[in-house]
């Protein structure tokens, strides 16, 4: 970051809760630059710095509602990164949609302290497979991409995370256990990073937290793509109605960090 500033770009894009201190850092040396950051936000706001946050128990949830829809063992597995808030919301939001729509489903769960181990992923997600999971939720970078990518060629069906990951992980269909893949908790990372850049651009730029969330389309599953033909219809309408219910407010997710992730009844329609 410091170099980037001293070289005079004037819009810089930081990526990560890792990076919160040192893109504060920096933007209050450099004033005249603006910064965005993604998975981070500043309570009170800095003036030139946008947060741009997202409603990762929102789209937990939807992954939630199609593990939950989708299980036959009635056991949904979770293998999470390092325990971080954005982490945190996704697991709990995953186990609150699995509740939702199948409330004597069990959730098994991990948080791995790497982003960057797929092998760890790998093995937990197949010891998530051995206590009977058969739907696998990976949230944590490479290490979940691990997870997901090890459970599906074992035979599990899986949902990626933050992207499309069967066009990364899956390498476009290309790569084994894609035909596994029923979509991916999504975070349109892609539309808040070009928003902040068009808004610096524009000359509309200010400093303070932008939620992306699903009123505001910033959430959602990504395509079913092979696993398309496998879901049944009835499935697919449930969770188009959950979408729904999110995005004008009548569904509510219930999370919250610090506290349990809420029961059935909790996570119901208002």
């Not at 939720?137 to 074992?154: K, L, M, N, V």
């Not at 979408?243 to 407010?249: H, P, Q, T």
């Given at each position: 970051?410091?170099?980037?500033?001293?070289?005079?770009?004037?819009?810089?894009?930081?990526?990560?809760?890792?990076?919160?201190?040192?893109?504060?850092?920096?933007?209050?040396?450099?004033?005249?630059?603006?910064?965005?950051?993604?998975?981070?936000?500043?309570?009170?706001?800095?003036?030139?710095?946008?947060?741009?946050?997202?409603?990762?128990?929102?789209?937990?949830?939807?992954?939630?509602?199609?593990?939950?829809?989708?299980?036959?063992?009635?056991?949904?597995?979770?293998?999470?990164?390092?325990?971080?808030?954005?982490?945190?919301?996704?697991?709990?939001g995953?186990?609150?949609?699995?509740?939702?729509?199948?409330?004597?489903?069990?959730?098994?769960?991990?948080?791995?302290?790497?982003?960057?181990?797929?092998?760890?992923?790998?093995?937990?997600?197949?010891?998530?497979?051995?206590?009977?999971?058969?739907?696998?939720?990976?949230?944590?970078?490479p290490?979940?991409?691990?997870?997901?990518?090890?459970?599906?060629?074992?035979?599990?069906?899986?949902?990626?995370?933050?992207?499309?990951?069967?066009?990364?992980?899956?390498?476009?269909?290309?790569?084994?256990?894609?035909?596994?893949?029923?979509?991916?908790?999504?975070?349109?990372?892609?539309?808040?990073?070009?928003?902040?850049?068009?808004?610096?651009?524009?000359?509309?730029?200010?400093?303070?937290?932008?939620?992306f969330?699903?009123?505001?389309?910033?959430?959602?599953?990504?395509?079913?793509?092979?696993?398309?033909?496998?879901?049944?219809?009835?499935?697919?309408?449930?969770?188009?109605?959950?979408?729904?219910?999110?995005?004008d407010?009548?569904?509510?997710?219930g999370?919250?960090?610090?506290?349990?992730?809420?029961?059935?009844?909790?996570?119901?329609?208002?």
């Amino acid at each position: 970051i410091e170099q980037l500033a001293s070289e005079g770009y004037n819009v810089i894009i930081t990526v990560g809760y890792m990076l919160g201190d040192a893109t504060k850092a920096m933007a209050e040396k450099y004033p005249d630059a603006k910064f965005a950051i993604v998975d981070f936000s500043y309570d009170p706001p800095v003036a030139n710095i946008q947060g741009l946050v997202f409603s990762e128990d929102q789209s937990g949830f939807l992954a939630g509602s199609l593990a939950g829809l989708m299980t036959k063992s009635k056991v949904a597995g979770f293998v999470g990164g390092m325990e971080i808030p954005a982490v945190i919301k996704f697991r709990k939001g995953y186990e609150a949609g699995v509740a939702y729509v199948c409330p004597d489903c069990e959730v098994l769960g991990v948080y791995i302290d790497s982003f960057t181990d797929p092998a760890r992923g790998k093995t937990a997600a197949l010891s998530q497979m051995d206590e009977g999971a058969d739907v696998i939720f990976g949230a944590g970078g490479p290490t979940g991409s691990g997870g997901i990518q090890g459970a599906a060629q074992a035979g599990a069906w899986v949902i990626g995370v933050d992207q499309d990951e069967y066009l990364t992980t899956f390498k476009n269909g290309a790569a084994a256990g894609a035909d596994k893949l029923l979509s991916s908790a999504m975070k349109r990372v892609d539309n808040s990073v070009y928003g902040a850049i068009k808004s610096a651009v524009d000359g509309t730029f200010e400093g303070g937290t932008v939620l992306f969330e699903a009123a505001n389309d910033g959430v959602g599953l990504a395509d079913f793509h092979e696993a398309d033909s496998a879901i049944p219809a009835d499935v697919k309408t449930r969770l188009q109605e959950i979408a729904a219910g999110l995005k004008d407010g009548s569904i509510k997710t219930g999370v919250t960090l610090g506290e349990p992730a809420p029961a059935a009844e909790d996570a119901v329609a208002s």
